[in-house]
C-alpha cells in the first residue's frame, strides 16, 4: 500500500490514509483527495507500468470486487439564517 499511497500522491492527491474497519479489522480502505473532480478523471491517464505493477500486487489481496465510492465537497456558506 505504500506503492499506492506514492502514485496517489505523485498524482495529485492531497492527502491519503489506509484505515481498517474496528468491527472488521481485516478490512481496510483506502481515501484520499484530489482538489478537484478534473484532478482526478486526469489521474485515470497517468499510470505507468510500475504502477501496473503496484496495483496488480495489492488486487491480491482483495476478495470480491472493491467498493469504489467519490465523494465531492459540498458547498457551505455562512450567514444569517
Do not use: C, N
Not at 484530489?34 to 491480491?60: A, K
Amino acid at each position: 500500500m505504500v506503492g499506492l499511497r506514492t502514485i496517489r500522491r505523485r498524482d495529485g492527491a492531497t492527502f491519503w490514509a489506509l484505515f481498517y474497519d474496528a468491527e472488521e479489522p481485516r478490512q481496510y480502505t483506502e481515501y484520499f483527495v484530489v482538489d478537484t473532480w478534473l484532478e482526478h478523471v486526469r489521474q485515470h491517464g497517468r499510470g505507468t507500468v510500475s504502477d501496473q505493477y503496484i496495483r496488480e500486487r495489492v488486487r491480491q489481496f482483495q476478495t470480491g470486487e472493491p467498493v469504489i465510492k467519490h465523494y465531492i465537497a459540498a458547498q457551505t456558506f455562512r450567514g444569517r439564517g
